[in-house]
């Protein structure tokens, strides 16, 4: 695999082009995701000290006004053979993130490795609940810090693999996993992500054995409660 990308240009969108200066010969990169700031741009890579074709680590490179520069390795306390699938950065910097090789409760947890001045510290599960002993995967979180959407297949969904949300309370607490019944088919959606001002969803759906990309008003589809 491959990163693309797309260019507005205030009327429509250009052709998709490689992103050459983030690919390296042998290697798959995926996953792109953008730090809220927007100085930064974290992928997932197959290339050392990961391996293909699925021990993908976290690597990021910072933007520039053409493009990117200098690749870097992000330095998280993990075992070489554990993978690291999905990242996100929140608000506060701390990196979420999936993994099948850590200790957890599923075949792939959601983790959290909190950003301190010496750099992240040792990941853990992420409280709540997150996890269970299906898999979850996709954690994202608003900017404001009180919503997380993430994608999980455990039992009682629409479908075989839905998305979900929860919501943090005065106290500081998560709600327990709300399916977001709006979004969810019989089939399969993943890959939720907000556009920078928050306000749109974009989320992938199978259909037809393709994957298709959806996008909707945050704030028409999530429920009040």
Not at 40 to 59: A, D
Not at 102 to 114: E, I, S
Not at 141 to 148: K, S, T, V
């Amino acid at each position: 695999t491959a990163i693309y990308e797309s260019r507005y240009d205030g009327e429509q969108w250009s052709a998709p082009a490689h992103v050459a200066s983030l690919h390296e010969e042998g290697f798959n990169n995926a996953e792109p995701v953008y730090s809220p700031d927007g100085k930064w741009l974290y992928f997932t890579s197959t290339r050392p000290p990961g391996n293909p074709p699925w021990n993908t680590k976290v690597f990021r490179a910072p933007t520039t006004q053409s493009g990117y520069g200098s690749v870097e390795l992000v330095d998280v306390a993990i075992p070489v053979s554990a993978p690291v699938f999905y990242p996100q950065i929140t608000q506060t910097g701390d990196l979420l993130f999936t993994s099948g090789g850590l200790p957890g409760k599923g075949r792939g947890d959601v983790y959290v490795a909190n950003l301190a001045d010496s750099g992240y510290q040792r990941p853990t599960s992420v409280p709540g609940d997150f996890n269970t002993q299906s898999e979850e995967w996709d954690l994202i979180e608003h900017p404001n810090a009180l919503l997380r959407l993430w994608v999980s297949g455990r039992e009682g969904g629409a479908g075989k693999i839905d998305i979900y949300f929860a919501r943090k309370d005065s106290r500081g607490q998560w709600s327990a996993a709300k399916n977001f019944t709006a979004l969810n088919t019989p089939g399969v959606e993943t890959a939720p992500k907000l556009s920078p001002d928050s306000e749109v969803l974009f989320f992938q759906r199978i259909v037809n054995k393709r994957e298709q990309m959806f996008w909707v008003r945050l704030a028409s589809v999530l429920p009040r409660n």
